[in-house]
């Protein structure tokens, strides 16, 4: 069977991301397309501070896991899209959300070939679901990105 072509879900999921944390009341942005690392930039610019952060997107109901190389990024927000199943076994549901720091995951355990983690080694993973709040928070924090405040040269 061909590998199932998911690119606009994917995009979707960043954009239903950057939605969230909007609403949330975090200022926040849609990284270029293809930026290795992150891909939607959440700000706060009152303390010219930014968070960096990676959307995994799963389209099945049920997916076991995802696939992560790489974490230069303060956030992964992993998003559950529940379009269903290719054989249509599995109904289609509603996204869920779960923002999780990296940091966090660094410490999961990965398989060797794939880099893919399985939700069920992430520890307290149902505790992540909708945390946006913990982005707002890691803006407020010491850890977080003073990019911003590279003053523009006269």
Excluded at 29 to 36: E, H, I, L, Q, V
């Amino acid at each position: 069977m061909p590998r199932q072509n998911t690119r606009n879900e994917s995009e979707g999921a960043e954009f239903l991301v950057l939605g969230h944390l909007l609403i949330a009341g975090v200022p926040a942005f849609k990284a270029y397309s293809y930026t290795p690392a992150y891909d939607v930039v959440a700000t706060d610019p009152a303390r010219h501070t930014s968070a960096r952060i990676s959307v995994k997107s799963r389209w099945a109901t049920g997916a076991p896991g995802f696939i992560c190389k790489r974490f230069d990024c303060d956030f992964v927000v992993i998003v559950k899209l529940n379009r269903g199943s290719k054989d249509g076994r599995r109904k289609v549901g509603e996204p869920e959300f779960f923002v999780v720091p990296a940091k966090t995951l660094e410490a999961v355990p990965r398989s060797a070939k794939w880099n893919k983690i399985h939700f069920r080694d992430i520890p307290n993973f149902e505790s992540y679901r909708n945390r946006w709040e913990s982005v707002r928070e890691f803006l407020k924090s010491p850890d977080a990105d003073r990019a911003l405040t590279s003053e523009i040269p006269t």
